[in-house]
């Protein structure tokens, strides 16, 4: 079972908050990864990728992995990597 860290998990201006995990599919999916690519990173099943995006959708309050990216930057509960915009390298 996955637990959370000791840490504190950032929170941002309104209250909105990201599990650990919600940040680390946020940050896979952010770089260009598929559900299936971030599943197979994380050790995880597609549908397990896919309802942590539902969850930080609803969260956020967007509708797609675009807006996600850009409120949770936006909210600084992720940071902004300019390599995100990079092509990602062939495995």
């Known amino acids: ?6 840490e504190k ?4 201006s309104n209250g909105v908050k990201l599990t650990v995990r919600e940040i680390e599919v946020l940050s896979l999916v ?3 990864n598929s559900s299936k690519e971030a ?3 994380l050790f ?3 549908r397990t990728v896919d309802f942590h995006l539902m969850n930080i959708y609803q969260k956020l309050q967007v509708t797609n992995r675009l807006q996600a990216f850009r409120a949770a930057t936006r ?4 940071p902004f990597e300019p390599s995100f915009g990079q092509a990602r390298s062939a495995a």
């Open 44 to 46: 995880v099943s597609k």
């Open 30 to 32: 952010a770089q260009g």
């Open 39 to 41: 599943a197979e990173a």
């Open 1 to 6: 079972m996955y637990s959370v860290p000791n």
């Open 9 to 12: 998990l950032p929170t941002s």
């Open 75 to 78: 909210l600084g509960l992720i």
